[in-house]
């Protein structure tokens, strides 16, 4: 183990210490931009030479270059480089190098070389490699490099072709779980002119933002993290794996940041797996490191340290239910599988297992290695052991995305891996209990079946989903400056918080903003083929914020082609009389009614009226969605009073005309294609994806949808009441 200081701590040896080093190193890379005149290894060079090293020029030669620092407190730590030389890297899996985005989309459009040894005096290679992935991604048109670039900073190469190389070992868990307050990083940077090796020992000193925040950042302190180390690793030295990646360096004192690998995890998610996992980049890559490392363990023919020889000496499994060997080959038997099928079902899985706590770290778990990592911090002994082999045959258990010709021999093997672990060291109930489950699973092909019949827990029922939650909250003494919240709602009425701010954001810089929040939220709640619900909650007098339009991304659809998104009010109303809640929970209970149909009641031939007193609403039948054709964006005070009878008339759903129509015969064709896209619904809860497909014809340009342009749906689910507001309807 290393104390708080670094130092090591009595019982290991500076062998160990000697081979994390030697391991680092030869998985450690340098990103080049594409050299004009020498060609990665693959191709010749312009004069043909193999590996294009051009005559009388030796390698280095060609990559050395001056460095140009600047003022300022912190900034990219490669920044200021001239040359060719961009900054550092590492292996991750075979064929994936893992940089700063800020490094590698400093060269020529998303090419790059990564060069490139696998141990002392074995020579260089270099190999040309493409950035696949970066976290963000820059807007299209933007100029490359600057000196900033927004957390969490992360990109992937992939190398155009198959070399051999060493991979660092990842963790699975997030980087907040340090096994002590030091880190060994390496990179490369400038030293008497020409570029070198470097290496050190930083000591973690807190972090720059909230741990739910997408740009949280470690503290580094300790060294001087020198011009070229971003993008290095950074590894806990307790615990022998990689926990982050270089990012910066502090201008005016010692150390930098690194930003946690577990970022990676808010890599796009695809909209469906069916051709495999390298339609998922995140998965692709993961799955390549585990097996990797149980390929390795199982397979050496040398005396040479594994990772695991690494983590053993450092008594990283000490307490713990798998040995740093046993981890490794259950990685890989996990990798062997296909993934979750979604972020929510593998929230689903862990919640279930017996004596798992919620699961709030963000990002949430991802693949099947995720999942593994969330287990980790109940303590050792036969009960964590327990919990994870009941994790395991959960995914045993679990629904597929796709299925290939070996998945049901890779069940097989994990299946063999759990019977053969709990033989020893649990009891004959434990075995029996996995063995009779095994038993029931196996023969499961059919994706449904595994879906309606989860190892652990109550069966789901049909319905049941978890939706997106954002509230906004207007800052009265500030002008369009809003508070806001943003979690995902389960069934169950609870709340599960992503991420929160309350020192006001403008309102034009809202989606921005919460884009990486509403990202997380939506991959925790979605599922392959059925994005979850956004519900937007905000005061009545700004139910026409037409959320629907933002974009989260500059390359993406409106937020309203992509998903369901409904509005609902924040505002508190009065507790309602015994007779008031019988009528509000009759209508909404009608309202599922396939004889649902909708009426206009603000629209008379072309002309705006006010919405009708109370007691003629009542005498709607039951089964009504009102439609505001004259509500606007800013709804004026009698529009707003309007809504408002409707709410205590017992209206929870109804459809909102933003900009309050126009010609007579515009009026008319809205008026009629409302009525009737209600009229041809199953219900008013059919209402929300209806609209998603209305929204995203009108983004297609189908002229045919035109009608429903601005359209806003009200829907305002009292079996679902908003945190804290208390009025949940039950049934008389």
């Known amino acids: 183990m290393i104390d708080g200081l670094g130092r090591l701590a009595p019982g290991v040896t500076e062998d160990t210490r000697s081979a994390l080093h030697d391991l680092v190193m030869a998985a450690t890379v340098r990103i080049h931009r594409p050299a004009g005149g020498y060609a990665p290894e693959g191709g010749p060079g312009p004069n043909g030479q193999a590996h294009g090293q051009p005559p009388g020029r030796s390698y280095e030669h060609a990559y050395t270059q001056a460095f140009d620092r600047t003022d300022g407190q912190v900034r990219g730590a490669s920044e200021g480089q001239s040359g060719s030389f961009l900054g550092s890297g590492f292996f991750i899996a075979p064929s994936w190098v893992l940089t700063c985005a800020h490094v590698a989309l400093r060269g020529e459009g998303r090419d790059v070389t990564v060069v490139f040894e696998t141990g002392p005096r074995s020579g260089e290679t270099a190999v040309a490699g493409t950035v696949v992935a970066a976290l963000p991604e820059p807007p299209p048109g933007a100029p490359r490099g600057g000196r900033e670039w927004p957390a969490p900073d992360l990109a992937l190469v992939r190398l155009r072709r198959p070399v051999e190389h060493a991979c660092m070992y990842v963790t699975e868990r997030p980087a907040g779980f340090f096994g002590s307050g030091a880190v060994l990083y390496s990179g490369w940077t400038e030293v008497g002119g020409r570029i070198k090796r470097l290496s050190g020992q930083l000591t973690v000193q807190g972090t720059v933002g909230a741990w739910s925040d997408p740009d949280e950042q470690v503290r580094l302190g300790g060294d001087v993290l020198a011009p070229g180390m971003s993008g290095g690793p950074a590894v806990d030295l307790a615990r022998g794996e990689v926990v982050g990646v270089l990012k910066s360096q502090l201008q005016a004192g010692m150390g930098g940041t690194s930003i946690g690998v577990e970022r990676l995890r808010s890599l796009p998610v695809p909209a469906a797996m069916a051709q495999g996992e390298t339609d998922d980049t995140y998965q692709a890559v993961f799955h390549a490191h585990d097996r990797y490392h149980a390929d390795l363990q199982t397979s050496r023919r040398d005396t040479n340290w594994t990772w695991a020889d690494i983590q053993t000496s450092l008594g990283a499994g000490a307490g713990r239910a798998l040995s740093p060997q046993q981890r490794i080959l259950l990685l890989g038997r996990l ?102 489950l095994w038993s029931t699973v196996r023969h499961r092909t059919d994706r449904a079946q595994r ?203 109804a459809l909102l005309r933003r900009g309050g129509g126009g010609a007579e015969a515009v009026c008319a064709e809205f008026h009629r294609r409302a009525v009737n896209t209600v009229a041809e619904a199953a219900g008013a809860e059919e209402l929300p994806r209806i609209l998603m497909e209305l929204r995203r014809d009108v983004h297609e340009g189908r002229a045919e949808a035109f009608w429903s342009d601005g359209t806003a749906l009200f829907y305002d689910d009292p079996l679902h009441p908003l945190p804290g507001y208390g009025q949940l309807l039950e049934a008389p």
């Not at 049909?462 to 389960?490: F, H, K, Q, T």
């Not at 990202?519 to 959320?547: I, K, M, N």
């Not at 509500?631 to 209206?651: H, I, K, S």
Request: charged letters at 30%.
């Open 335 to 436: 990798a062997e599988l296909p993934p979750p099928v979604s972020t929510h079902s593998l929230l689903d899985i862990l919640v279930r297992l017996p004596g798992m706590h919620r699961v709030e770290r963000t990002p949430a778990p991802r693949s099947w290695r995720d999942g593994l990592g969330a287990l980790y911090e109940t303590r050792g002994g036969a009960a964590a052991l327990e919990l994870v082999l009941r994790y395991c045959m959960s995914v045993l258990a679990a629904e597929r995305p796709y299925v290939t010709a070996d998945t049901a021999a890779a069940e097989e093997r994990l299946w063999n891996w759990v019977n053969y672990t709990a033989e020893d060291r649990l009891s004959r109930d434990f075995r029996n209990e996995i063995a009779r």
């Open 451 to 653: 879906k309606a019949a989860p190892a652990y827990g109550a069966r789901p029922r049909v319905g049941e989903r978890s939706y997106v939650l954002l509230e906004l909250e207007p800052r009265g003494w500030e002008e369009d400056s809003y508070d806001w919240r943003v979690g995902v709602a389960r069934h169950s009425g609870e709340v599960v918080p992503v991420r929160e701010d309350s020192r006001g954001t403008p309102g034009p810089a809202l989606p921005e903003r919460l884009a990486a929040s509403l990202a997380e939220a939506f991959r925790r709640s979605d599922e392959p083929d059925s994005p979850a619900v956004l519900q937007v909650a905000v005061v009545h007098h700004q139910l026409g914020l037409e959320v629907e339009n933002w974009r989260t991304a500059p390359d993406e659809p409106p937020l309203g082609a992509l998903r369901p998104v409904v509005v609902r009010p924040s505002d508190r109303e009065p507790p309602f009389a015994e007779e008031e809640a019988r009528e509000h929970w009759t209508r909404w209970t009608r309202t599922a009614d396939p004889a649902v149909r909708a009426q206009v009641v603000d629209c008379e031939d072309g002309l705006r009226v006010p919405v009708p007193q109370d007691g003629w609403l009542r005498s709607l039948a039951y089964e009504t969605v009102p439609v505001l054709c004259r509500y606007a964006a800013r709804p004026d005070g009698e529009t707003a009073a309007g809504l408002g009878r409707l709410v205590r008339g017992g209206f929870h759903v």
